[in-house]
Nanobody, 126 residues
């Protein structure tokens, strides 16, 4: 059973930074993609950043140049470094594990990820 636990969320002002962490109980050999999603009330869950086991990353256009996804293989921890935060980044952030790739990159759609954490809230004020 894969269990994921996010941490690091909080409240910051515009242009501030936060680093989210996601601790996984295990990452089996079948897992090839690790991802961060975010969701606001009434909206679809949006893929923010993905990383595969070789370290190849991909990002949503809205966060490119501001967010960095990384992982610590030894500790089974996924990170999301968020810089230059904007009010529109306010959301619940979730980490997810899966194994679906599209066009050589980890999928960014919710349906591609069977394992999810409970989420951590990020609030950015102007």
């Amino acid at each position: 059973q894969v269990r994921l636990e996010e941490s690091g969320g909080g409240s910051v002002q515009s242009d501030g930074s936060l680093r989210l962490s996601c601790a996984a109980s295990t990452i089996t050999s079948s897992i090839t993609c690790l991802s961060w999603f975010r969701q606001t009330p009434g909206k679809e869950r949006e893929g923010v950043a993905q990383i595969d086991m070789d370290g190849q990353t991909s990002y949503a256009d809205s966060v490119k140049g501001r967010f960095t996804i990384s992982k610590d293989n030894a500790k089974n921890i996924l990170y999301l470094q968020m810089n230059s935060l904007k009010p529109e980044d306010t959301a619940m952030y979730y980490c997810a594990l899966g194994s679906t790739k599209l066009g050589g990159l980890c999928a960014s759609r919710r349906w591609a990820y069977p394992y999810w954490g409970q989420g951590t809230q990020v609030t950015v004020s102007s």
